[in-house]
């Protein structure tokens, strides 16, 4: 689970910005906390903010990290520095990551001159009790330098890191935790004290989900015969009009003629690699745009299956397929899984959750995923303008943080807590009537209005 992420120097962030799910001191919806003896964690967390405040630059830290890990730099990355400040591009940009892993505090961070390219440093450690915090590793790659901490007790686990460690601590072009998470399962299973750092890369390939309002949260993997029935209520509670969804088998050629070639020979070729490694089960892979969505299938005789869903409304016999669906219905099928079981244990990021929702909709979907959380340790991060989810009163005030930009225009991050509001102050008045600056788009009336006037002026003439 997610505690904290630190990150500095980056898009619109300037100084070292910390997001936090620690809990704090509210005490109602008390059930929906992660509790044990080292923490006390939120399970959801609303980020508010005006028009171009910093929620998705927030979001699109998270995805950085997420990229160099897992993959590489993204592309643009030179240029996603605090360029407010033009001296910032031969500044370090710095991103750190706390998480509860098998109940330990573990600390992952790096630094990384984004101009260039070059991972400047990276360091693992475990944040103890007793402030004596262990460290698994640290690497300087200007100066070459790669060290073992005290964390392992085995001297073979240490050997062994130190060695790989060494072989890469010049390399400035990537991350020592990508490096270790390639090719090195029998090492692994050779050395279980070093799981430790396969159980942080798989929190970043398997936990964290990241969706913007333009792209998907995994892909509906949750879609099966198994819980189409589950899945049809769940629409039909929300107001969509759906009462049956089935799964249908789709030419070859009729996907032919709705995807690209060149993603179409992608996806057989991805499969085919795969089969190389499971002969005889079947591989699926997923293929998905705004509203399209099919499976593919080679089966255990190597033949090629594709499907898609299709939704019946009032009358069952007639079934819509997806691209025939408004966009708020796509829009909650891309945001349901948060409400199945298949989100357990992950932390899910949703930028602009509202998008092409009913208020009535957004809420209703925060409060159901709230209900769950009280027996699930799923994390929710939302960003959202949608007001009217303080106006319900559903979210503790630790669930709920507010992003403003300061007077250098960078993004700053203000829990709600850190406003002290009195305990009978209702936080929607207080964002209306100045309680909490600078949380409300600003705007000047008397520029608008003399715009106006000119406007008027011409069409006069």
Same mark, same amino acid.
């Given at each position: 689970?997610?505690?904290?992420?630190?990150?500095?120097?980056?898009?619109?962030?300037?100084?070292?910005?910390?997001?936090?799910?620690?809990?704090?001191?509210?005490?109602?919806?008390?059930?929906?906390?992660? &509790?044990?003896?080292?923490?006390?964690?939120?399970?959801?967390?609303?980020?508010?903010?005006?028009?171009? @405040?910093?929620?998705?630059?927030?979001? &699109?830290?998270?995805?950085?990290?997420?990229?160099?890990?897992?993959?590489?730099?993204?592309?643009?990355?030179?240029?996603?520095?605090?360029?407010?400040?033009?001296?910032?591009?031969?500044?370090?940009?710095?991103?750190?990551?706390?998480?509860?892993?098998?109940?330990?505090?573990?600390?992952?961070?790096?630094?990384?001159?984004? &101009?260039?390219?070059?991972?400047?440093?990276?360091?693992? =450690?475990?944040?103890?009790?007793?402030?004596?915090?262990?460290?698994?590793?640290?690497?300087?790659?200007?100066?070459?330098?790669?060290?073992?901490?005290?964390?392992?007790?085995?001297?073979?686990?240490?050997?062994?890191?130190?060695?790989?460690?060494?072989?890469?601590?010049?390399?400035?072009?990537?991350?020592?935790?990508?490096?270790?998470?390639?090719?090195?399962?029998?090492?692994?299973?050779?050395?279980?004290?070093?799981?430790?750092?396969?159980?942080?890369?798989?929190?970043?390939?398997? @936990?964290?989900?990241?969706?913007?309002?333009?792209? +998907?949260?995994?892909?509906?993997?949750?879609?099966?015969?198994?819980?189409?029935?589950?899945?049809?209520?769940?629409?039909?509670?929300?107001?969509?009009?759906?009462?049956?969804?089935?799964?249908?088998?789709?030419?070859?050629?009729?996907?032919?003629?709705?995807?690209?070639?060149?993603?179409?020979?992608?996806?057989?070729?991805?499969?085919?690699?795969?089969?190389?490694?499971?002969?005889?089960?079947?591989?699926?892979?997923?293929?998905?745009? =705004?509203?399209?969505?099919?499976?593919?299938?080679?089966?255990?005789?190597?033949?090629?299956?594709? &499907?898609?869903?299709?939704?019946?409304?009032?009358?069952?016999?007639?079934?819509?397929?997806?691209?025939?669906?408004?966009?708020?219905?796509?829009?909650?099928?891309?945001?349901?899984?948060?409400?199945?079981?298949?989100?357990?244990?992950?932390?899910?990021?949703?930028?602009? +959750?509202?998008?092409?929702?009913?208020?009535?909709?957004?809420?209703?979907?925060?409060?159901?995923?709230?209900?769950? %959380?009280?027996?699930?340790?799923?994390?929710?991060?939302?960003t959202s303008h949608e007001s009217r989810l303080l106006a319900t009163e559903i979210l503790r005030n630790d669930e709920i943080?507010?992003?403003?930009?300061?007077?250098?225009? %960078?993004?700053?991050?203000?829990?709600?807590?850190?406003?002290?509001?009195?305990?009978?102050?209702?936080?929607?008045?207080?964002?209306?009537?100045?309680?909490?600056?600078?949380?409300?788009?600003?705007?000047?009336?008397?520029?608008?209005?003399?715009?106006?006037?000119?406007?008027?002026?011409?069409?006069?003439?």
């Amino acid at each position: 689970m997610l505690i904290n992420f630190t990150v500095s120097n980056f898009l619109s962030f300037d100084e070292k910005q910390t997001f936090s799910m620690e809990g704090g001191k509210a005490r109602k919806h008390s059930k929906r906390l992660y &509790k044990d003896s080292h923490v006390k964690l939120t399970k959801c967390k609303a980020v508010f903010g005006a028009n171009a @405040s910093g929620k998705s630059n927030l979001t &699109k830290a998270f995805e950085f990290v997420q990229d160099i890990i897992l993959d590489k730099m993204p592309i643009g990355f030179t240029t996603k520095y605090f360029r407010l400040k033009p001296n910032n591009q031969e500044l370090p940009s710095t991103f750190e990551v706390e998480l509860l892993l098998s109940r330990k505090r573990i600390v992952y961070g790096f630094s990384v001159l984004l &101009k260039t390219g070059i991972i400047l440093e990276e360091y693992l =450690y475990e944040k103890t009790s007793d402030c004596t915090n262990k460290n698994l590793y640290n690497r300087n790659t200007a100066d070459s330098i790669f060290t073992v901490g005290d964390y392992f007790r085995k001297s073979s686990s240490k050997e062994k890191l130190l060695t790989y460690g060494e072989d890469s601590s010049s390399d400035a072009e990537i991350l020592f935790l990508s490096i270790i998470n390639h090719g090195k399962s029998k090492m692994y299973e050779d050395n279980p004290e070093l799981k430790i750092l396969q159980d942080i890369y798989r929190w970043f390939s398997r @936990s964290l989900n990241i969706s913007y309002p333009n792209s +998907i949260i995994t892909g509906y993997p949750y879609f099966s015969n198994s819980n189409l029935n589950e899945i049809a209520k769940l629409l039909n509670a929300l107001g969509t009009g759906i009462s049956d969804l089935r799964i249908v088998t789709v030419p070859q050629d009729v996907i032919k003629s709705r995807v690209p070639e060149d993603v179409y020979d992608k996806v057989l070729s991805d499969l085919e690699r795969k089969k190389t490694k499971l002969p005889n089960k079947p591989i699926t892979c997923m293929l998905r745009s =705004y509203k399209e969505f099919y499976t593919f299938e080679l089966n255990e005789n190597n033949e090629l299956i594709i &499907k898609t869903i299709e939704f019946s409304h009032e009358k069952e016999s007639i079934y819509f397929s997806l691209n025939e669906e408004s966009d708020g219905t796509a829009r909650i099928l891309d945001l349901i899984e948060i409400l199945l079981k298949i989100s357990d244990n992950k932390t899910l990021i949703i930028d602009e +959750i509202d998008r092409c929702l009913h208020p009535v909709i957004t809420t209703r979907i925060i409060e159901l995923f709230l209900k769950i %959380a009280e027996e699930r340790n799923t994390q929710l991060i939302i960003t959202s303008h949608e007001s009217r989810l303080l106006a319900t009163e559903i979210l503790r005030n630790d669930e709920i943080c507010f992003i403003v930009k300061n007077k250098d225009g %960078a993004s700053t991050l203000n829990p709600l807590e850190c406003y002290q509001l009195r305990a009978d102050k209702k936080i929607y008045a207080a964002m209306f009537d100045g309680t909490l600056p600078d949380v409300l788009p600003a705007y000047d009336s008397d520029k608008m209005e003399n715009i106006l006037k000119d406007d008027r002026a011409v069409l006069r003439l």
